[in-house]
């Protein structure tokens, strides 16, 4: 089966910190950008990172950027999700998604682009 296998969240203090991770089955990390989103309780999902199977890069939204970091382990299977500094609207449930189309990481990617979504870890972060 192919898809990933989100691990790590869990409930935190504001000002505390998570690590994610996504591992992949069934298929290599790449050759394919990856992307991390989050979905909080009746609000889209958004799209907080994504690391680039081409060169390396990253892409990070506005909302995150200084606090989350995106990074891949040397054996292209699992990337990691490093949350600084969190705060209580970083609470959501986090998701992972390969982008089927690019290795490289855009600013406005479609949603389609995504796929062999994992089933989530729920972050949640205290006042």
């Known amino acids: 089966q192919v898809q990933f296998l989100e691990s790590g969240g869990g409930l935190v203090q504001s000002g505390g910190s998570l690590r994610l991770s996504c591992a992949a089955s069934?298929?290599?990390?790449?050759?394919?950008?990856v992307g991390w989103f989050r979905q909080a309780p009746g609000k889209e999902r958004e799209r907080v990172s994504c690391?680039?199977?081409?060169?390396?890069?990253?892409y990070y939204a506005d909302s995150v950027k200084g606090r989350f970091t995106t990074s891949r382990d040397n054996a292209k299977t699992t990337v990691y999700l490093q949350m600084n500094n969190l705060q209580p609207e970083d609470t959501a449930v986090y998701y992972c998604?390969?982008?089927?189309?690019?290795?490289?990481?855009?600013?406005?990617?479609?949603?389609?682009?995504?796929?062999?979504w994992g089933q989530g870890t729920q972050v949640t972060v205290s006042s």
């Open positions: 069934g298929f290599f990390l790449d050759y394919y950008a």
């Open positions: 998604a390969a982008n089927l189309l690019r290795r490289q990481c855009i600013e406005h990617p479609r949603t389609y682009e995504y796929d062999y």
């Open positions: 690391f680039s199977a081409s060169d390396g890069s990253t």
